[in-house]
């Protein structure tokens, strides 16, 4: 098999012609952001303001409640216009901090670059990497801090630095990678002290090879070859899978259930690199990020630095506003990405995209009756039965969903995507591995085995 090749997976259309050439634009500065007040991976934080403060760009605003998120900073100086429930991208009324901006993006006297970065032990780097809010910035924002801090028996000896950026119409990773690479180099350093390697690799789709190229040379004028390496892996979905990169770029198989320190590798996304070094050189927390505004519903498709917490729809304006009818906005791409309820949801830290299909794209089709032809089970990549996961899950059967490995799906969509029958396999055995968490929970608060 040639270098990046695994059992399953797909080629879909890529769709990122459109934005790939684009250099990265700054946002327009936008009316209101909202900065919500739960993670979205189930960590809630506590407001530090009330409504009527002033407060001044990278000001910390918001404090996790418990270890497992990061705080919230202000991503412009302004007033806070309200503190209460929103509606988020995935439908849910959730707690945001409304801030409108001044139009002066007076800087807060925390942010300062950090001096010593050298002389840091790993417990420091990885402190102040939570402190900046910084999380993963692929679409889960799964905090960084927790990657970084290994179980006591855990060997690890390699950073994967993921720019595969396999997702359709995607381009903020790979405009990042173009136009920043010394940040990217730099980022990935901090990070390699952070967990004590002396190795990293950057794997990048080889239908990014601009960006292969401005890595390599980052990596060569800052005297780090040899220690961190470029690694061009053949452009298949879902590549930039973590599972399916460390198989590709180190050769190495994660086994069902485990996490990629268990094969020795920590992986971070780009984005999460450049932030790192955003945090360490300018002293900037994550306040705002790279989104690629595309697809067919929208006139004039670009990538935006934005504002985390600004609108959809003022991004979408920023690009010339809707072609036609929008049928669909997603943030995110189209495999993995959400259909979000309304243009006016709030981005966060984790929106990579937003993708806006014209009707006629965004057509749904009424689900049709298994065929059994075997193309879900052929295709996954995670080699699970899709068909009757799907099946164990209409009948609320979670213990036989659990036993043929649901929570090893990776929620990619190529069982989906490829069902000639269009079952809605995916959102099925999402709704399987919520059930199956849930009950774990409950068996651990009742104390069970
Ligand atoms: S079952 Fe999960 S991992 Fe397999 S193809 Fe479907 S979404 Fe991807
Ligand atoms: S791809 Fe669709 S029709 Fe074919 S076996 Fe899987 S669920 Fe059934």
Redesign the pocket.
Known sequence: MPRGSFR?GIHPPENKSSTSGLPIVAAQRPSKVVVLLNMGTGSALSSLVAKGDLVHKGQKIADPIGRFGVPSHSPVSGKVAAIGAVRTGLGTMDQAITIEPDGQDTLDESCVPVENADSLSPAEIVSIIREAGIVGMGGAQFPTHVKLTLPPNAKVDALLINGAECEPYLTADHRLMVERPEDVVRGTRILMKAIGVDRAVIGVEDNKPDAVEALQRAIASAAAAGTIDVVAVRTHY?QGSEKHLIKSVLGREVAPGCLPFSVGVVVNNVGTAVAVADRFDRGLPLIERVVTVTGSGVANPANIMMKVGTSAIELIEQCGGFVGDPGKIIFGGPMMGAAVPSAEAPTTRGTSGILVLDRAESRSFEPMPCIRCGR?VE????R?E?AL?HQWSEARLWSEAEAYHALD????????YECPSRRN??QA?KYAKAEIGARRRAARERGDK
């Not at 295709?379 to 995670?382: D, E, G, I, K």
């Open positions: 399953g879902p879900c295709l996954c990549p995670m699970l899709p996961l799906c990776i929620e990619c969509g190529v069982c989906s396999l995916v055995i």
